[in-house]
């Protein structure tokens, strides 16, 4: 059974740094494209970063400069360097993996991310 699983969450305060991690079992997904999401209470589910397999980054508005997507193959682990982190980051992050985006076929657990003010 394929699985991905999150890891690096908490609880931080602003301005503070996290580093998040999504490892995958049961297959490689070195040719899919992994991806970063999160959604904070009453509000959708939203992208903020994507990878391509060949390494071509995507970030949401509210992240760029602030957060880094990047992946280890060998590993096939994910992971999300975040930086100077705000209050309205915190969510449950989600990691997500796609053989066609914008479509993603496999999903993680989420691991939630708290920034204390």
């Known amino acids: 059974q394929v699985q991905l699983v999150e890891s690096g969450g908490g609880l931080v305060q602003a301005g503070g740094s996290l580093r998040l991690s999504c490892s995958a079992s049961?297959?490689?997904?070195?040719?899919?494209?992994r991806g970063w999401f999160r959604q904070a209470p009453g509000k959708e589910r939203e992208l903020v970063a994507a990878i391509s397999s060949i390494g071509v980054t995507y970030y949401a508005d509210s992240v760029k400069g602030r957060f880094t997507i990047s992946r280890d193959n060998a590993k096939n682990t994910v992971y999300l360097q975040m930086n100077s982190l705000k209050p309205e980051d915190t969510a449950v992050y989600y990691c997500?993996?796609?053989?066609?985006?914008?479509?993603?076929?496999?999903w993680g657990q989420g691991t939630q991310v708290t920034v204390s003010s």
């Open positions: 997500a993996a796609g053989a066609r985006i914008p479509k993603y076929d496999y």
């Open positions: 049961a297959r490689t997904f070195s040719s899919y494209a």
